[in-house]
């Protein structure tokens, strides 16, 4: 019997990267997933690499990918939260406090240079950009950063690059940046934090739109329904695509535990060894893309 979720059409592919596409802290792709991303093309899937990548710049990330053996990865198929932020920081006048890796800084040059030509950078910082800043983790750092939160005349904001609890590197469970942006918020007194990276809404709703920019005018458009969202993270990967109507599928690489197949309140559309099973079970449905 078909599982439930080949009932409905499946014409467009999400998919997380660390984790999925290759391990975070090795040098080379998961076995399989090259040939599982060559067979998604073949087969006229169209995809999109939705990650919480905030180490890597989107640059690099792209290159990185590309060295792996994913030729057919470019950087205009990856939504990264760093981009994402710099964009709603120009858009919304913002002046950040940066707690990020140094080598993304270059995601957020469009803001920091709209900052220094209209000389709102003398300005006292009212929001902090939090990333991964296990490499800036050092008392004063952390002091520093809020201190000049404490000290901003306004309410300041939390811009989060992602909701993740934890993630794997090097073979060694990390507190990713959610657990760091809640801690935040708790001594800012702050109630409301802005993720700009998976689960939120806004952060598919991008992915959408790099699906809809490659859809040529004879396809029919892009849509949750007709979507499926591959990863190794069950709440932000899974949980967040069902929650916008998509399908999510697990895969059992990366930081992926058993547990998260019946405890974590999230039923997974369905479960698989790896992104190449994975693929190999939609291209068996291939009758169902339209």
């Not at 040939?35 to 990185?64: Q, S, Y």
């Not at 030509?117 to 929001?127: D, T």
Request: aromatic letters at 8%; charged letters at 25%.
């Amino acid at each position: 019997m078909a599982p439930k979720w080949t009932q409905k059409p499946i014409k467009n592919i999400l998919l997380d990267i660390n984790g999925v596409l290759y391990e975070s802290g090795e040098e080379h792709a998961i076995e399989g997933s090259v040939d599982a991303m060559k067979r998604l093309v073949e087969h006229g899937f169209e995809f999109c690499l939705v990650t919480n990548e905030c180490t890597t710049p989107k640059r690099l990330l792209t290159e990185k990918l590309n060295a792996f053996g994913f030729d057919m990865i470019t950087s205009d198929r990856i939504v990264s939260p760093a981009p994402t932020a710099c964009e709603y920081i120009i858009q919304r006048g913002l002046r950040p406090r940066l707690h990020v890796w140094n080598d993304i800084l270059e995601d957020f040059q469009p803001a920091l240079d709209r900052l220094r030509e209209s000389g709102a950078g003398e300005q006292p910082a009212n929001c902090l950009v939090i990333g991964d800043v296990m490499s800036q983790l050092s008392r004063d750092f952390v002091d520093e950063s809020l201190e000049i939160m404490l000290k901003c005349p306004e309410k300041p904001q939390i811009i989060s690059l992602g909701a993740g609890r934890y993630y794997k590197d090097a073979g060694r469970l990390r507190l990713d940046t959610g657990a760091f942006a809640k801690a935040f918020a708790y001594a800012l007194d702050i109630d409301e934090i802005t993720c700009l990276g998976k689960p939120s809404a806004e952060f598919f709703g991008q992915a959408l739109n790099v699906l809809s920019a490659k859809t040529t005018s004879n396809q029919k458009p892009p849509t949750y329904e007709n979507t499926i969202m591959i990863g190794d993270d069950v709440v932000s990967d899974v949980g967040g695509a069902q929650a916008m109507g998509m399908r999510g599928f697990l895969v059992r690489t990366g930081k992926y535990k058993p547990s998260d197949e019946t405890d974590r309140g999230v039923i997974p559309d369905d479960v698989f060894d790896n992104l190449y099973e994975a693929t190999d079970k939609i291209i068996s449905q291939v009758s169902h893309v339209v």
